[in-house]
């Protein structure tokens, strides 16, 4: 098979992976309108016991709760329903809804930060209220508090639910206005309140100038493979610093790149420049031309001399943890698995049993992410 092939048979590999948790997603949860009339009061319901528990980030009861902590435990404990456990992953899981169709028992999200993230949510319990864990302000805790306050106005982002519509008049609330989405959405201000430790979605607003839309990451990784063209076992590759810089969108990202590597299973160095589009904050797919220096051998057999393909150079796939928030900057782990393009000396393809050992790496991570709306 020639080298060609190779990529092809990679990329759609990488593609794969990257479609099919998409595919398998949930987003709301299957039963009848009558049945969710009953879970939704229930959660209403058994929510209001907790009032009075103090915020403790990470806790997720009985005692003492965070925001997501706390919708995690309701959701489990009053109706059986296993919910993801920080907001990111709730406003992901859950299915969009206008404001004007909202029931007791949808979640109800907010950006409570400078970085445009989605960082609090709260269940919602009808007439403009909803159930919450709240860090700061003058009352913390599990609390209820009303959408018309002004902090919580001002910092609505929008109603998500994983419950079917009950077609109940007992359990709908028509009153809240679509404007507020509006308003809530374009307001990103800093402030404490809110989980701030789970990951982020950077989302530009009308306002914001082109450096202000501009997320700028760093990272430094090992890398490692499985196998050369000789044996089977786990190889040290050699590492990679790389910067990139992604301007926001709402769901797609696109981006640009560049690696300094050291390649020790092939004993050159690279310089792969990349272009980027970030999916939802965790998967990001990557290619682009590779310039090398130094001369390059196969792994695990240093007289036999290879070459860099300039283009095709590079083509990868990236996963990165939620984030831990520190001062400006956001913390993760990265995987990326990345294949590089070699062949023969007088440019000709390798074969797959050697070019496979050659090109394909995993490289393990830290990732340091600073939004620049955070800085200027």
């Known amino acids: 098979m020639t080298t060609r092939k190779a990529v092809f048979f990679t990329f759609a590999f990488f593609l794969f992976v990257l479609t099919v948790p998409q595919l398998c997603a949930q987003n709301e949860v299957s039963m009848s309108p009558s049945e969710a009339a009953v879970n939704r009061q229930k959660l209403v319901e058994y929510s209001k016991q907790f009032i009075g528990k103090p915020y403790v980030s990470g806790g997720i009861g009985p005692n003492s709760f965070d925001c997501s902590g706390l919708i995690f435990t309701v959701s489990r404990e009053a109706i059986g329903v296993q919910l993801p456990r920080t907001t990111r992953a709730l406003f992901n899981f859950c299915k969009d809804v206008d404001d004007k169709e909202r029931e007791a028992g949808d979640l109800v999200f907010f950006k409570t930060t400078s970085s445009g993230e989605v960082s609090h949510v709260g269940l919602y319990i009808g007439s403009n209220q909803f159930i ?22 001002s910092h609505y982002y929008c109603t998500r639910r994983y419950l079917p519509a009950s077609n109940s008049e007992l359990l709908a609330d028509t009153k809240t206005k679509s404007s507020e989405k509006a308003s809530g959405a374009k307001s ?13 979605t950077f989302v530009r607003s009308d306002g914001d100038s082109f450096l202000q839309s501009l997320i700028v990451d760093a990272s430094l990784s090992l890398d490692w493979s499985f196998f050369t063209s000789e044996y089977f076992r786990l190889n040290c590759r050699g590492g990679n610093s790389m910067i990139h810089a992604r301007y926001a969108g709402k769901t797609i990202q696109p981006g640009v790149g560049t690696y300094i590597r ?24 990557f290619a682009g031309p590779v310039f090398a220096l130094g001369n390059a051998s196969l792994p695990g057999d240093s007289d036999r001399k290879i070459e860099n393909s300039f283009f095709p150079g590079i083509l990868g796939l990236c996963f990165s943890t939620p984030s831990l928030k520190i001062g400006k900057t956001f913390l993760s782990l990265v ?16 074969p797959l049993s050697k070019s496979i050992p050659s090109g394909l790496v995993l490289s393990t991570g830290l990732r340091v992410t600073l939004p620049l709306k955070g800085v200027f």
């Open 132 to 153: 919450h864990a709240a860090s700061d302000g003058p009352n913390t805790g599990v609390i209820i508090s009303s959408l018309k306050e002004s902090y919580w106005k």
């Open 188 to 200: 990103a201000e800093k402030s404490s309140s809110g989980e701030n430790s789970s990951s982020y």
């Open 262 to 285: 050291f390649d020790a299973g092939t004993g050159n160095f690279q310089l792969p420049l990349v272009v980027s589009l970030t999916f939802n904050e965790y998967v990001r797919i």
């Open 335 to 350: 995987q990326d698995i990345h294949y590089t393009v070699f062949n023969d000396t007088d440019g000709s393809a390798l």
